[in-house]
């Protein structure tokens, strides 16, 4: 299946997408969002290493705030295509509110238990699948599909650069005040992503040709056989599967590498957020640019992602290690940049919320990869367990490309 671009008008500039009435502050709201679930992760993932000394826990941690979109993925996006997307997301919003202000008084009071975090996670996680599903279509929906390919990497930016705020003000505001203080402005920031999405319009469907279908059963059904009649899409998220478990997966051992170089919590943060500065720079470039081998960049990005983490798990100095991060996040940017617009126009105007509820799944590869890091890093300790997860990565990379090539001719036309 071939993507095409859904009009021939000139190319879209920046000043026209922030023009659109109610881009920007959905933009925000998502951007708010991002830095919530990001920095929950790193906080939690600093907490349980703090409080246990296994590696494994570390992974379940992750592992926790990426189960929903393996297990809810297909159903999510189903519900995309059925209900007001933007209702959807501000509903799941206010309900994480007090979910986060509980975490924050049982740190604060020093009744936090490691078990305590795994709930939290799901609760974080269940945001993310609706974030996938529901915020990207209605951004989508809101910028029209002319400006689409500059808001998706542009959201793509907003997610790299709250991955580097979240590790940076988390790991600032434990070593400056503590862990509990992290968790209350996460629950702020919550409050402040729902009250700017009522600022959005709501987008009338019923005068478009993106109808629901009857039941969610049709739309999961629907799913199944875009994923079987699209083999671009097939080879795209089989990519995906790729990079989430070889390379993803290593997020919540940031901080155990950090305890390997002897960092404090703030420098630990600074590690953290290397990735999300080098998805930064790269989301910033590919979105100021018409980029037309879309699905070459997708694929490269994964490829540099895979052999930079190689290098950070050899590194003997945190410098080394910061910088090996850093160039990770720079292939990272690459490939979350073309993802979403790459899955969206693979789909008609109805499978959007189906489209990227496979996507979803993909993603949700990510807690068995998790899991697979996890074990190898009790049993080879976590440097060696890193480089096999590389190493790994780009063998599967290599062998899925030659069966499934067809990512590597999605152009932009």
Known sequence: MEIVSATARPAASFRDLVAVPGYKALFVSSWLWHSTRWGGLFSCGYLVTKLTDAPILNQLVGASIFAPMLFGGVVAGALSDRLDR????????????????????????????VWMVFPFMVALGVGGLVNMTAQRALIYETVGPHLAARALPLEAVGASSSNMMGALVGGAMIQAVGIGAAFGL????????????RRVKLVDRSTTSERPMTTVP????????????????SSMLGVT???????????????????????????????????????????????????????????????????????????????????????????????????????????????????????????????LGMLLLGLSAELLGAQHALLLSSCAGLAVLAAWLSRQPAVLRMLRK
Do not use: C, H, K, W
């Not at 049709?218 to 899409?233: G, I, T």
């Open 241 to 367: 599967v790729v990079f989430n478990v070889f390379y993803f997966a290593f997020i919540p051992l940031v901080p155990v590498m950090a305890e390997r170089f002897g960092a404090s919590a703030l420098l630990t943060g600074v590690l953290g957020a290397a990735v999300g500065s080098g998805q930064l720079v790269a989301g910033l470039t590919l979105s100021s640019l018409q980029v037309r081998r879309r699905g070459p960049v997708f694929v490269a990005g994964t490829a540099i992602a895979l052999s930079f983490l190689g290098i950070f798990a050899v590194a003997s100095y945190y410098a080394i290690g910061l910088i090996a991060l850093v160039g990770a996040g720079i292939g990272a940017g690459g490939f979350g940049s073309m993802q979403s617009v790459l899955v969206i126009e693979s789909a008609a105007d109805t499978e959007r919320g189906a489209a990227l509820g496979l996507l979803s799944t993909a993603i949700g590869a990510l807690p």
């Open 86 to 113: 933007r209702r959807i997301i501000t509903v799941v919003q206010l309900v994480l509110i007090p979910i986060t202000l509980g975490m924050f008084v049982l740190v604060q009071t020093g009744q936090v238990r």
């Open 186 to 197: 996460f629950a702020v920031t919550l409050l402040l992503s729902a009250g700017l999405l």
């Open 218 to 233: 049709e739309q999961m059904r629907a799913s199944v056989a875009l994923l079987r009649r699209s083999p671009a899409l």
